[in-house]
């Protein structure tokens, strides 16, 4: 089914330990991002980009790497991790960023959790 | 810069009862408004949109109006279900940015 897919679904990381969220698509979408949800925080934007080699910064991107070498793949790296980071992470993607007709579409998430 | 604020949950119904969400926003220019659903243990998913003033989205028994002159976009429908349970964001975008959330708003219903 098309769609974004996300890997892991469940992570748990020790601190210092550095590990790279998966997110595929294979809907041809030029806009991908990602954003970490936090209880009473709603969901915040890390990183995203709006095509193949184009990356920008988001609301909170301290702690986070990303790449985008094809339209497809847009994995994000945690370099260190910290508790801080324990989030649930989703990874979605549009057509473009200002997508006013069909909405992103987003993958069901990672959970994180670092100890 | 651009916001939304939404009403702070948990909102707790019965089964058949009406259902409202709040929702505002601030935001220079004419953005477009969503509603999205997440269930639980699941991504979120595109509820209903309204791209211009007075429009109104509608899915699944859901219904929103965009009112410019409020600045609103609240999330409302006649007679909830179980199934309905799971925690509604609102959000806004603009041509060119990314998509801004609420902090999201719980609903519990029960039979």
């Known amino acids: 089914n098309a769609g974004v897919t996300q890997t892991p679904k469940f992570q748990v990381l020790k601190t210092g330990q550095s590990m790279t969220l998966q997110c595929a698509q294979d809907?041809?979408?030029?806009?991908m991002s990602w954003y970490r949800q936090d209880p009473g925080m709603g969901l915040r934007l890390i990183h995203y980009s709006v095509g193949a080699g184009i990356t920008d910064q988001g609301e909170v991107p301290n702690g986070y790497n990303v790449s985008r070498s094809t339209t497809e793949d847009f994995p994000l790296r945690l370099l260190s991790a910290a508790p801080s980071q324990t989030s649930v992470y989703f990874c979605?993607?549009?057509?473009?960023?200002?997508?006013?007709?069909?909405?992103?579409?987003f993958g069901s998430g990672t959970r994180l959790t670092v100890v | 810069g651009d916001s939304v604020t939404q009403m702070e949950g948990p909102v707790t119904l019965s089964e058949e009862a009406f259902l409202t969400i709040n929702c505002t926003y601030t935001?220079?220019?004419?953005?477009?408004l969503f509603w999205y659903v997440q269930y639980p243990g699941e991504g979120l998913q595109l509820l209903l949109k309204a791209t211009k003033a007075d429009d109104k989205g509608s899915n699944k028994g859901f219904e929103a109006t965009y009112r410019k002159e409020t600045t609103s976009f609240h999330l409302e429908k006649g007679s909830v279900q179980v199934s309905d349970s799971a925690v509604y964001f609102c959000?806004?975008?603009?041509?060119?940015?990314?998509?801004?959330f609420g902090k999201g708003t719980t609903l519990s219903v029960s039979s």
């Open positions: 959000a806004l975008n603009q041509a060119g940015t990314a998509l801004i």
């Open positions: 979605a993607s549009s057509r473009s960023p200002g997508e006013g007709v069909r909405g992103y579409t």
């Open positions: 809907m041809n979408h030029e806009y």
């Open positions: 935001a220079t220019g004419y953005p477009s």
